[in-house]
């Protein structure tokens, strides 16, 4: 890694392509550059839309309305509009075709001519997504990218974002190693991307040819997708896809400079632009928000297990010193961003955080009443969260549709109702069981480096920090993520 200097500098006169760009992560790196180095050149963002009208909609409705963007707003004032359309030039596409199914030709070449940097955060992170959506974008959509990068004759570097989780239900240290095309976790052999496109075009084939639903290709799609996962030893569709991408960068990287980042749970900012930033719910977050309305009563976890959780605008800030550092150096670099080495947080911690917070600002129902919360019923093993749900659910209801025979329709409907919620929440557990009992930290050796690195080379530091260990967790969670989570998660 050579000495690289000022991250503002690199980004100065640069085009950067930014595939993904509706995403949570994407619009933290868009607005950061925006914010900090107005000089940027341009922004290409690719967003899967049709014609530049309906993409025209996206960028507005899912990207500039957002919060997110209002101290650049007020930074700007009058001219934020035109700064906007001089910035940011808007390609419709979609990332699981060749060459992104772009239909202007001259912005194909344009692209091609003077993209310098590709960064690309296009990916489905549904744990069950279908398969042949998750196959499409996060793995066959990497090769696509890969294809259309190596056409960018003045390319400098590709920053391509992965998952930490890529490394399975794996305990122990987990280093930032590449994975190995045909490589599964549990020794199985056979693994191909190319049979695995087959086996997808063949399922579609034979569903469509029985008539099947699109109810019913959906549910089976998902199945293929986790029996798949499952077979080589990865928790889900969302994890194996992206190793398969990893794999493919590996394969057909060339000599092209390309930084892979492997973030952990991501959560919202810590600083940039402002404190608490979030959107949606996600991961541990449905546990908090499902908490602070009074509906988890009890939780599946080991309390002492480390759960590795990083702030979006540290990946952002990461991704973007990894960039400059390794521009116009022929490698594939690969950064874990995340905390559970260096600053490490527990369960333990989220629980007690959450009740503290709730039971001194609770929340209110639809009458306006505050809601109570109390500690959580917290399960060490599936076994025990089974026959919890099992007797404080089922057993009553079956004793109560016995006895009460006249009113049998009523009961049959809510045996019924309640029933399905409990196989939905069944079915939830079991995604999330590999994280609950995650008994990996994710060694983060090279991102030390690069932080080393990059204050010898006179990087502001200060406002391209990535450090997990400047975070007071306790400070974070009760003043900023959990009231974040509040106010933009909160319905």
Request: net charge positive.
């Amino acid at each position: 890694m050579e000495q690289f200097g000022s991250i503002t500098h690199f980004l100065k006169d640069k085009n950067v392509l930014v595939l993904g760009a509706t995403g949570f992560l994407a619009k933290i790196f868009i607005e950061k550059i925006l914010r900090v180095q107005p000089n940027v050149k341009k922004l290409y963002l690719l967003l899967r839309a049709s014609d530049v009208e309906s993409a025209t909609r996206r960028m507005q409705n899912e990207i500039l309305r957002k919060d997110l963007f209002r101290l650049l707003k007020e930074n700007l004032g009058a001219k934020f509009n035109s700064f906007i359309s001089e910035k940011l030039t808007l390609v419709p596409g979609d990332i699981s075709q060749e060459d992104f199914n772009l239909k202007d030709s001259n912005l194909l070449k344009e692209l091609k001519d003077q993209t310098n940097v590709i960064v690309n955060l296009a990916a489905t992170t549904n744990f069950d997504e279908r398969y042949d959506v998750a196959l499409g974008l996060n793995t066959f959509g990497v090769k696509h990218v890969l294809n259309f990068a190596k056409n960018c004759i003045n390319l400098r570097v590709l920053v391509h974002v992965s998952t930490a989780y890529v490394c399975g239900e794996r305990g122990g240290l987990i280093v930032e190693d590449p994975y190995q095309l045909g490589a599964s976790l549990n020794g199985v052999a056979g693994l191909d991307i190319d049979v695995e496109k087959k086996i997808v075009e063949e399922k579609l084939n034979m569903l469509r040819q029985e008539g099947a639903t699109e109810k019913d290709i959906k549910v089976s799609m998902k199945d293929l997708g986790m029996k798949r996962a499952n077979l080589y030893g990865w928790p889900n569709t969302y994890v194996f896809t992206k190793a398969m991408g990893e794999m493919l960068v590996g394969t057909m990287k060339e000599k092209m400079s390309i930084v892979i980042v492997r973030p952990t749970i991501i959560t919202s900012t810590y600083k940039e632009p402002f404190p608490g930033w979030v959107e949606g719910v996600r991961t541990i977050d449905s546990l908090i928000v499902a908490y602070g309305k009074g509906k988890l009563t009890c939780f599946l976890a080991d309390l002492e297990a480390v759960f590795d959780v990083i702030p979006a605008d540290m990946v952002v800030n990461a991704m973007l010193v990894a960039m400059a550092s390794h521009a116009n150096q022929p490698c594939d670099s690969i950064y874990h961003v995340g905390s559970s080495v260096g600053n490490p947080v527990r369960y333990l911690n989220l629980r007690d955080f959450s009740f503290r917070y709730f039971t001194a600002k609770p929340c209110l129902d639809k009458e306006g009443k505050a809601i109570k919360v109390g500690k959580v019923t917290v399960l060490e093993n599936m076994n025990s969260f089974q026959r919890y749900m099992y007797i404080r659910y089922l057993l009553p209801l079956q004793g109560l549709k016995l006895v009460n025979e006249a009113f049998c329709h009523y009961f049959q409907g809510m045996y019924f109702d309640i029933h399905r919620k409990v196989h939905t929440v069944m079915r939830l557990v079991d995604l999330y069981r590999p994280y609950c009992f995650f008994a990996g930290v994710f060694d983060n050796m090279n991102a030390e480096k690069l932080q080393i690195a990059a204050k010898q080379s006179g990087v502001e530091m200060d406002l391209f920090y990535f450090d997990p260990k400047m975070i007071d967790w306790e400070d974070y969670f009760m003043n900023i993520h959990i009231p974040g989570i509040v106010k933009y998660s909160f319905k």
